[in-house]
């Protein structure tokens, strides 16, 4: 059965750090993409950062450039987010998505990250 499954939130404060993780099984699930996602409350779901398991390239969303780095072990498809000088509008849960090479795509549940001012 595949599944994706983060961990790593918490409550931090304002200029504090974090690290997220997610990992996507089984192992031997080839996967393309792997992504981070977040939704505040109140509001609809945004893409925080993806990375090509292949070729390792990444892209972000403009709001964390520079702050968060999107990392990975493709062996252990495991997916990584550091995030940096967080910011209460940070606070979200934050999804791990998988898509794989041969089609579909998978959510975790997700993790709560606060931020306080």
């Known amino acids: 059965q595949e599944q994706v499954v983060e961990s790593g939130g918490g409550l931090v404060e304002a200029g504090g750090s974090l690290r997220l993780s997610c990992v996507a099984s089984?192992?031997?699930?080839?996967?393309?993409?792997m992504a981070w996602f977040r939704q505040a409350p109140g509001k609809e779901r945004e893409f925080v950062a993806r990375i090509n398991m292949i070729s390792g390239s990444t892209n972000y969303a403009d709001s964390v450039k520079g702050r968060f780095t999107i990392d990975k072990d493709s062996a252990e498809n495991t997916l990584f987010l550091d995030m940096k000088t967080l910011k209460p509008g940070d606070t979200a849960i934050y999804s791990c998505?998988?898509?794989?090479?041969?089609?579909?795509?998978?959510w975790g549940q997700g993790t709560q990250v606060t931020v306080s001012s």
């Open positions: 089984p192992r031997s699930l080839s996967l393309h993409d």
């Open positions: 998505y998988a898509k794989p090479i041969f089609g579909g795509e998978y």
